[in-house]
């Protein structure tokens, strides 16, 4: 239990304590149990462990620590042992027994390690695997390392101390400057200069209050960076903060989370809490005259809360709808209060760029895109996970070297980027570097960092589709033309992909989403017609398939294709058992057919056949 | 400081009070700008998107809602261009496409030489415009009506769809209602866009066709009268 | 089916509010977590006593996916419809469901057991398609599972799920915190 921080010594003492206990030759096993890996069955290992683990002889060289997630969920449930950073993928309860009598005599079980593929041989340190090899985890990394529920884990890793080398300098302006100097820019989507905005606060008073909130909404559907560092470090999140109000002069903070997150909700609970008791939020935090409170705000399902001005009125207890600016968040926030918003990974890198330096932090990157992202590298692609790269790395480097290319002999074919706010780019495009500059350009947006893999089983239509109904649903629905224009552009698409399309429409489709994004008052409206825009920018010849031959090239829209069955048939019944419309037909051991009158093309026989006999055409 | 400020609108150098919106300042140099979700004494919304109007120069132009923007000192202003005209087509070929028997919306239409629309018809009494929620609430004090709902399912109406004991039967919602005020009556509606329609009686006495439509008093005074 | 609105505990809720920032929307969250859903009379009561328009309050209820004001099935099948368990064919999940339940996303089975709804991204992306019943959601799941999946839940003492289980004892442990708070 640490003891109350309650002046800058007692704290730098207690960190130098607890720096000093660390046994040296003393082994951990750090097992990944974020949202992911507790779906995995990271639980039973864990409770496995601690059975494994309570006798005294082992307890003396083994720990156990729990951690959030380790970025490579493909793989959950994992291990890692340190001190080396020995990485066992998939870890069976049936083999806890056998790696933890490894662990506490210093060796390694290869044949539990992870494979390469193309070579065959095992990989033993985490570094080392191709997945993490080219990746440079100056946010993520720090997971392994912290027990997310105990603040000392946390300062025993060099937390807080940031915070405590902003209050010794002494000076705000100083902080502020620092991080115009790094080039951190929002790391929401939009990308405006964190500096800049911070600046623009530290000017304003407010009348009785000046707000700082941290829009942890992440409504992309396919990102969860964020929530992996809530999970994994919620006390970066309120360290970053504490530099913020000190910088500005803020005086609440507000953590706005998304209530589909209830185990980073409770987390961030937890260090809020902690983080209280130690003397490090409230008044007098370390002893000094610096002053600030942090508050948890609970979403409620609203992708437009993920807006500026749309986050404001849920603060405020109102229906998500955005409104006009001027005037901006920072003159008029939260019950007109001036406020600024950044987004989770922003908050994270804060107390990174104090550390480290400005010079540093800008050091990584490009020039016009600082430092690391975080990504979500998900769908279509071997190796899913979070990846944290440099600005700048191309997309090819993380599809095929990091992420390993596509699945079950597919081929790549896109990659969608921002969201429903972003864009599709196509295979031809990959050697773009990732940075907030060249993905405008190239059609899309940086987005919060959701990267999902599509190859050539993915409709392209179907996608644009997709994005357009899930935008005409979280539309909030006050302009006319997000509104409207997002349910006209989803029956135009509905019309393509069920085989009703013209080549009037197509044109009747680019215009109107123009005017979409034309005149639509914020971010929603404005981005909803990317997604559009973009596929018929680079896969023009898919939708003219669809329209003028009506054939669905991936096999996906229902209208286009049949399913049949082929000569891998071995007549096991197992597909008609499962027809909910009787719509196979066959004798045992003799190849079955499927009546295309009488079927809905639900998948369910495609998905219960084991001999890859179901096609679709 | 004198509160003026000075800015460009359509090529013209003006000098126009600190506090106005563009929408006033165009109104009151003589410049039309099509509105709908507008009304005088109302505060403004920003839904109809009609009233939109180029701000800013190139490559940094962007469309805002005039009747929501407040004049800035330098602020470059086309009220008429390229970019705006067919930003409000498209707005009045979307209006038209779902709620085609509104007088005020077809009058519109064909001030803009809009004689179709491409998309699937729908027959919509409401276009959400918030007219009579912003009555009800800041000319009436009664917030009797709001919206609920989110996207394609956002409506208008009283709380759980019942009678509203803040509701005082005033009728102001039906008075300002764009959508349900003068409605053609042409035997076609769908085809019906002649802007030269001469009635004007209330779509609620010839209530039969309209089954829908947003009529929040109970009893109705226009069907009282009626029935004498 | 309506439950009974116990308007104390109602007024409990809406003092608890009072002074934080979390406003309507944490007040809607703590009266939906007692009743299982918003109930009209519980809406009324707020709206007497904040001062807030019951018309405002209904909007706010009726904005956000996370409320509802009807009650909810005894197993609410939440199926994710993010990006990345779409393109894994979450939607021909979402339907096997549908034709199984025969019920309609936002609906409810007429015996009160079941309710089904989609959710725009759980955030773990990387064992979709996901559905969750309550607090144990099913990773990878397809067409073909649906059955099982339903059978399970039917019988509430066995384990539905190896996974399941282990999930709904961790993420309830932090569901308690959450909202004991």
Redesign the interface.
């Known amino acids: 239990m640490a003891p109350p921080l309650d002046s800058l010594e007692v704290f730098k003492t207690f960190q130098q304590r607890l720096a000093k206990g660390r046994k040296a030759d003393h082994r951990t096993i750090v097992v990944s ?1 974020g ?2 890996g ?7 290992l864990i409770e496995a462990l601690q059975a494994e683990m309570h006798d005294e002889d082992t307890a003396a060289q083994v720990a156990m620590r729990v951690t959030g997630c380790h970025g490579f ?2 793989l ?1 449930p994992s291990l890692l042992v340190e001190p080396e950073g020995t990485f066992y993928p998939r870890v069976a309860v049936k083999q806890v027994g056998r790696l933890v009598k490894a662990v506490a005599c210093g060796e390694v079980v290869t044949d539990l390690l992870w494979t390469d593929p193309d070579t065959g041989k095992p990989v033993a340190r985490m570094e080392d695997l191709p997945f993490y090899r080219k990746q440079l985890r100056k946010i993520m990394g720090r997971n392994e390392k912290i027990d997310p529920v105990r603040v000392e884990s946390y300062i025993e890793n060099g937390g807080y101390a940031a915070l405590v080398k902003v209050v010794e300098k002494g000076n705000p302006d100083w902080v502020v400057e620092e991080v115009v100097r790094s080039g951190l820019r929002g790391r929401g989507g939009a990308g405006f200069p964190t500096g800049v905005k911070w600046r623009l606060l530290a000017k304003r008073p407010g009348r009785e209050h000046k707000f700082l909130v941290c829009n942890a909404d ?7 960076m964020d ?1 992996s560092i809530l999970e994994g470090n919620p006390h970066c999140i309120l360290e970053g903060m504490l530099i913020g109000a000190y910088a500005t002069g803020a005086t ?1 903070g ?1 953590l706005y989370i998304r ?5 980073a ?2 987390h961030v ?2 260090a809020l809490e902690q983080a209280y008791e130690q003397g490090l939020l409230g008044n007098h935090i370390l002893g000094t005259e610096f002053c600030f409170d942090i ?1 948890i ?8 809360c993920g807006e500026e001005t749309a986050l404001i009125r ?7 709808e955005p409104r ?1 600016r ?1 005037p901006f968040p920072i003159q008029q926030g ?1 019950h007109g209060e001036p406020t600024c918003i950044n987004n989770v990974e922003t908050w994270a890198n804060i107390p990174l760029i104090m550390l480290e330096g400005a010079e540093n932090y800008a050091g990584t990157g490009t020039s016009g895109s600082a430092g690391t992202k975080v990504f ?1 590298l ?3 692609i071997k190796n ?2 979070l990846v944290e790269v440099p600005m700048g790395i191309t997309i090819r480097e993380i599809v095929y070297d990091i992420g390993g290319g596509a699945v079950d002999g597919a081929s790549v074919k896109a990659v ?1 980027t921002g ?1 429903p706010s972003g864009g599709c780019i196509p295979v031809s495009r990959f050697d773009l570097p990732i940075d907030y500059d060249s993905l405008a350009k190239a059609g899309s947006i940086m987005g919060s960092g ?1 990267m ?1 893999v ?1 190859d050539n089983h ?1 409709c392209i239509v179907d ?1 644009a589709k ?2 357009m109904g ?1 935008l ?10 997000c ?6 552009m989803y ?1 135009i698409l509905e019309d393509i992909t069920e085989g009703r399309g013209r080549k ?1 429409q197509l044109e ?1 489709l680019e ?2 989403a123009l ?1 979409v994004k ?4 914020c971010g929603l409206g404005q981005t909803a017609a990317n997604p559009v825009l973009s596929t018929l920018r680079y896969f023009r010849e898919e939708y003219l398939e669809h329209i003028g031959n009506g054939r669905c090239p991936a096999g996906v829209c229902k209208a286009l294709i049949t399913y049949s069955i082929n000569e891998n048939c071995t007549g096991c019944g197992v597909c008609a058992s ?1 027809c ?1 419309t009787e719509a196979i037909a066959g004798k045992r051991k003799e190849r079955h057919s499927i009546d295309a009158s009488k079927c809905i093309k ?3 026989c495609r ?2 056949c084991k001999f890859n006999a179901v096609e679709v055409v | 400081m004198n509160g003026m400020i000075h800015m460009t609108l359509n090529g013209l150098t003006v000098s126009v009070e600190a506090g106005m919106t563009i929408l006033e300042a165009a109104r009151f140099f003589g410049f039309p700008i099509p509105t709908l979700c507008h009304m005088e004494g109302l505060s403004p919304y920003g839904a109809c998107r009609l009233c939109v109007v180029e701000i800013g120069e190139a490559p940094r132009s962007k469309l805002v809602s005039s009747c929501s923007y407040p004049v800035e000192e330098g602020l470059v202003v086309r009220t008429a261009s390229a970019r705006v005209l067919r930003a409000r087509k498209m707005v009045l070929e979307l209006l038209l496409a779902s709620c085609p028997q509104s007088k005020v919306i077809q009058d519109l239409a064909s001030e803009h030489d809009i004689r179709q629309q491409r998309f699937r018809q729908e027959h919509e009494d409401c276009i959400l415009c918030g007219l009579c929620v912003r009555m009800c609430e800041e000319q009436m004090m009664a917030k009797a009506i709001g919206f609920r709902g989110r996207g394609e399912k956002r409506s208008i109406g009283t709380p759980f769809d019942v009678h509203s004991e803040e509701c005082r039967l005033c009728g102001g919602c039906m008075y300002v209602c764009p959508a349900c005020q003068l409605r053609c009556t042409y035997t076609e509606p769908d085809k019906a866009i002649c802007g030269g329609c001469a009635n004007i009686s209330p779509p609620c006495v010839e209530k039969d066709p309209y089954d829908d439509m947003m009529c929040y008093m109970a009893p109705c005074v226009a069907c009282e009268i009626k029935k004498d | 089916m309506e439950t009974q609105v116990n308007a104390e505990k109602v007024l409990d809720i809406v003092r608890k509010h009072e002074d934080g920032w979390g406003g309507m929307i944490a007040v809607l969250t703590d009266i939906q977590y007692v009743f299982g859903y918003l109930p009209e009379e519980a809406l009324r009561i707020v709206a007497s006593a904040t001062g807030t328009s019951l018309a405002d309050i209904y909007g706010v209820a009726t904005f956000y996916r996370a409320f509802s004001l009807h009650p909810r099935g005894k197993h609410h099948v939440c199926v994710c419809l993010g990006t990345a368990c779409h393109v894994r064919g979450a939607q021909m999940v979402v339907e096997e469901f549908e034709r199984q339940l025969n019920i309609r996303p936002g609906e409810t089975t007429p015996d009160g057991n079941f309710s089904l709804e989609t959710v725009n991204c759980l955030g773990a992306c990387a064992l979709g398609p996901i559905v969750t019943m309550g607090n144990a959601p099913s990773t990878k799941v397809c067409p073909s599972d649906v059955r099982r999946i339903l059978k399970a839940a039917r019988k509430p003492d066995e384990e539905a799920d190896s996974l399941g289980a282990s999930v709904a004892v961790a993420l309830g442990r932090e569901m308690e915190e959450v909202t004991t708070i």
């Open positions: 149990a949202a992911c507790l779906a995995s069955g990271a639980q039973k969920c493909e959950e992440e409504g992309d559907p396919g990102a969860y929530r609440q507000i209530n589909e997150y209830p185990l909700i409770a609970r937890t508050q705000v609970q979403g409620a399902g609203a992708f437009v849920s603060i405020e207890g109102k229906m998500g006009q001027p939260i979500s998900v769908g279509k899913t996970g969608q969201g959701g999902i599509m993915t996608v997709y994005f899930f005409k649903d979280e539309s909030c629905g006050k302009c006319y033309t509104r409207k224009g997002t349910q006209r029956e009037e009747l215009e109107l005017v034309d005149t639509t008052m499962n909910p639900c998948g369910n998905s219960a």
